[in-house]
């Protein structure tokens, strides 16, 4: 049986892709295939995430990351998970498209309890887009999971310096059919794959 290895960031990139139309073949053939570069925006919520990863219970005033300084310029409570950064990963077998047998694997920033944790920079929030995402559906079904948490950090840039000014949260829970859900991202992907990107079928 032939197979493929996606991230959950896979599933997302392609919804994008089809809903904006705004991200060519090729570019969106570069992120799959993991030669895509990327932006600054980017860079600034991996550097994000690394604070994240490091920080400790407690106030955070100003910390420097991968050439960027972040502060805290908001009355908020930053509440960190109990276990922070687990992979896991999950195989689905696609009907329809060649039998095809999916490895889905994710990273979440968090787990307490039964509850996956993420953090997100953002500079320009759309909290409307969280709720389309596949990100929360496919950790709650991989990390077997009754809830996802997205911790929002928007923020303001002045050159290398990043300013958090509010902290949100948005909860999303599993749902009757969410597999199903999945499942019908994962089958529209590889249509694109199986047209664009055949060499990551093995």
């Known amino acids: 049986m032939k197979s493929v290895t996606l991230h959950v960031t896979?599933?997302?990139s392609y919804a994008w892709y089809l809903k904006l139309q705004s991200i060519s073949d090729m570019e969106m053939k570069g992120?799959?295939?993991?030669?895509e570069p990327s932006n600054e925006k980017m860079r600034i919520g991996t550097a994000w995430h690394?604070?994240?990863?490091?920080?400790?219970?407690g106030q955070i005033n100003k910390v420097e990351k991968n050439g960027y300084a972040f502060s805290v310029d908001c009355d908020c409570k930053i509440i960190l998970p109990q276990i922070c950064e687990v992979r896991a990963k999950k195989d689905y077998l696609i009907d329809g498209i060649g039998g095809i047998?999916?490895?889905l694997s994710?990273?979440?920033?968090?787990?307490?309890?039964?509850?996956?944790?993420?953090?997100?920079?953002?500079?320009?929030?759309?909290?409307?887009?969280?709720?389309?995402?596949?990100?929360?559906?496919?950790?709650?079904d991989i990390f077997n999971a009754d809830s996802f948490?997205?911790?929002i950090y928007t923020a303001k840039q002045k050159d290398a310096e990043?300013?958090?000014?509010e902290v949100s949260m948005m909860t999303f829970y599993r749902y009757p059919g969410m597999e199903k859900d999945i499942e019908r991202g994962i089958r529209d992907l590889l249509g694109f794959i199986k047209e664009r990107v055949p060499e990551m079928i093995r």
Do not use: C
Not at 116 to 121: A, C, G
């Open 31 to 35: 992120r799959l295939l993991r030669t």
């Open 50 to 57: 690394s604070v994240m990863e490091d920080a400790t219970s």
């Open 101 to 103: 047998n999916v490895t």
């Open 106 to 140: 994710g990273k979440t920033d968090g787990i307490s309890g039964n509850k996956i944790t993420d953090h997100k920079l953002t500079f320009n929030p759309h909290p409307e887009n969280y709720f389309e995402a596949y990100q929360w559906r496919t950790y709650l």
């Open 10 to 12: 896979d599933l997302d």
């Open 162 to 165: 990043i300013t958090i000014k």
């Open 149 to 151: 948490e997205y911790i």
